[in-house]
């Protein structure tokens, strides 16, 4: 049986990944903080099936001492500070847990087990002020925030432990991928949430930010299998996984509204609170590579993704099944 190690397991990424494993068939280990007040929310149906080790990016000794418990044929890293305008407020500890934390999962791997294969999460914000549209995994980067430096990192010392120790190390370069397990703090569940709460009475307006700001958005489920397609390659790369086409937040405001039947014009403040210090204008990914050589389609369109998260936040927070 293969077995795997899963950092940020508690997160959207760790809970579709530890379901896709243990389909697979996989002994799927999680790692957690050991004073973590994450939720177990995500991952309560499948948590008897999980078996847990304590490991902080933090702290290299709790990293090697998880890996020689856990014994993984894989390891998937994805904690990490991953809330954008969090990395403003707390850009030292973004850089500890996003960038030189993966140098201390790494150093330790190569120390118990060089032989384990690792999944670095990497993110599109490494391209920010993009140099060229779309991007690919060649494209130049430019991140336009402390969490896209951090990432920048993280990114890098993975492909130089890969080229100077030989070790079996891929990243995946993850445009936005949402779900109805994504964290209220990203704009796409803070829309989902929002339109569920004005359509169920419980509030009456929603307040954004920046309504042109453009992304690649997918869908979280999707995107976990090019995490597991990577580590089954007989070498080791970086892929871009995206959907490649693009939607403004205008666009998701107005699906989300319309699939409870109301007019976002009576319910949307523009507030400048929610502009970011530095914008990232159009994100968009080319994942031709990821289609040529694992073989990867996204399943679930734009307007699916939006319509299975406005009905999932209307279900939670009616306590009743929504309309189909």
Known sequence: MASALITGITGQDGSYLAELLLGKGYEVWGMVRRASTESYERIEHIRDDIRFVQGDLLDQPSLTAALQAAEPDEVYNLAAQSFVPTSWQQPVLTAEFTAVGVTRMLEAIRQVNPRIRVYQASSSEMYGKVRETPQTELTPLYPRSPYGVAKCYGHYITVNYRESYDMHCSSGILFNHESPR???????????????????????????????????????????????????????????????????????????????????????????????????????????????????????????????????????????????
């Open 182 to 324: 994504r964290g209220l703090e990203f704009v796409t569940r803070k829309v989902t949430d929002g339109v569920a709460r004005i359509t169920l009475g419980l509030a009456t307006e929603l307040r954004l930010g920046n309504l042109d700001a453009k992304r690649d958005w997918g869908f979280a489920g999707d995107y976990v299998r090019a995490m597991w397609l990577m580590l089954q390659q007989d070498e080791p790369d970086d892929y871009v996984v995206a959907t490649g086409e693009t939607h403004t937040v205008g666009r998701l405001v107005d699906l989300a509204f319309a699939r409870v039947g109301l007019d976002p014009k009576d319910h949307v403040v523009l507030d400048p609170a929610f502009v970011r210090p530095a914008e990232v204008d159009l994100l968009v990914g080319d994942p031709a590579k990821a289609r040529r050589v694992l073989g990867w389609e996204p399943e679930v369109d734009f307007e699916q993704l939006v319509n299975m998260m406005v009905d999932a936040d209307v279900e939670r927070l009616s306590g009743r099944p929504a309309a189909a």
